[in-house]
Every structure is written in structure tokens, then in C-alpha cells.
């Protein structure tokens, strides 16, 4: 299929404008999987909007919406476009799907961080950047379940110096992922995505960008049957 991949996403070439295509092709080379965003049960969707919105901005490519209560809707205002752009997966067949989404996760070898403002074991500045890593954030209201908590590998806390202890969440979102993408980019780990990854990114931004690209797609695929 990488073969395909590539001969579609030239085929699409020509139904983007050149700076739109050299634009795709530059911000794929910064995009991520060694850093993961998990957000936890959020029922604000200006919140998880947010999140996205800086999952985007520091090049993380997935995202992880775990809806055990509240579901996932993303507030467009918000978010500015910035769902068409990531690979969001949602946890959302079990009663509780906290465990399940943690299990994959470290499957797929992530060290699992919870973020939280009490009984922490680490926090923002000493997190180990040469293993992946997936932080969850859990509801403003309620932060990081039990079980996220207990089945994490770190708990985390933001250093702060004032009076108040907890940040908005999107907000507490935008420092980590800033810090920790900059120190994982300022080191000689091999962040980046493969090729195979860059070409399904690539065909992914491509086809959500392009009028009628199943259409153009099924023709081209046929003809490279013939």
C-alpha cells in the first residue's frame, strides 16, 4: 500500500495549490507520536477544543479522548480547525474506559504520566523524554480518576509559586505540551514519525482538503489496476 500511498498523494498534487502542498509536506516533517495527549472524561468542549487547538501548535499528532460520562464534542471557534489536522481516537464502548485506553497505550510502549496538584512523584521538569510518553488530563472539576491514577506510571504536577494551586486545564494542556515538546526536539531522540506515517498523514490532510477526493481517489485507484 506504500507504493499507492505515494503515487495518490502525487496524484492530489495537482488539486492543491503548490504552497499548500509544500505547507503539508513541511509541517508533517515536524509532527510526533513520541508524545501523546490523553484527555480524560472532559464535559467542556471549549476545554477539550483547546487542547486540541495546542496539541496542533506543538505538532503532537494523536490525541486520546476517553468518554466514560460526558462526550466528546469539539467547539470548531475554539479549536480553530485544528481536529481535521491531528488523529483523534476515541475511547467511548466500555462503562469505563480508563483501563482499557491506559493498557493499549502501554502496549504500544508509552509511559503513562497522570497529571495531578497533590501526592505527586515527579513533576514537569524532570519527566524522562527517552521513552514515549502519554499524559492524561482529566475533567477541571475532578482532574485524573482514580484508576488513571493508580494504573499510571508517573503522577505529575506543574511547579507553581503562588497563592492558587490548580490552572485551567486547557492552559495547564498548552505548558506541558510546550515544554516537553521543546526539550524532546532540543535532544537527539528519534521523535519523529516514519515514513509509512508521513505518507498516511500526508494522504489524510490531502483527502479532507480536496472537493470530491473519494471520488478522485476511486478513479486513480482503478486505473492503477488496469
Not at 496524484?11 to 503539508?24: A, I, T
Request: net charge positive; proline share 0%; with cysteine.
Amino acid at each position: 500500500m506504500t507504493k499507492n500511498n505515494n503515487a495518490l498523494i502525487e496524484h492530489f498534487k495537482q488539486f492543491v495549490s503548490k504552497k499548500r502542498f509544500d505547507l503539508f509536506n513541511k509541517k508533517v516533517q515536524d509532527r510526533t507520536r513520541h508524545i501523546t495527549l490523553v484527555l480524560e472524561n472532559m464535559y467542556q468542549a471549549r476545554n477539550i477544543s483547546a487542547c486540541l487547538r495546542s496539541a496542533d501548535c506543538f505538532g503532537i499528532q494523536d490525541v486520546h479522548i476517553i468518554e466514560n460520562d460526558n462526550h466528546f464534542e469539539d467547539n470548531n471557534e475554539v479549536s480553530m480547525g485544528a481536529s481535521k489536522w491531528l488523529k483523534i481516537n476515541n475511547y467511548n464502548k466500555e462503562r469505563h474506559n480508563t483501563i482499557s485506553t491506559i493498557k493499549l497505550l502501554k502496549k504500544k510502549k508509552y509511559q503513562i504520566i497522570t497529571t495531578t496538584t497533590s501526592n505527586e512523584n515527579t513533576d514537569l521538569y524532570n519527566i524522562d523524554l527517552n521513552k514515549k510518553i502519554a499524559i492524561i488530563f482529566g475533567s477541571e472539576l475532578n482532574g485524573c480518576s482514580n484508576e488513571a491514577l493508580s494504573h499510571s506510571d508517573l503522577k505529575m504536577k506543574i511547579p507553581m509559586y503562588g497563592f492558587t494551586e490548580s490552572l485551567n486545564v486547557s492552559v495547564a494542556v498548552s505548558i506541558c505540551l510546550h515544554y516537553l515538546s521543546k526539550k524532546m526536539r532540543d535532544t537527539k531522540i528519534d521523535w519523529k514519525i516514519n515514513k509509512s506515517e508521513r505518507e498516511n498523514i500526508m494522504l489524510d490532510w490531502l483527502r479532507k482538503s480536496i472537493k470530491s477526493s473519494k471520488k478522485i481517489e476511486n478513479i486513480f485507484l482503478e486505473k492503477l489496476k488496469i
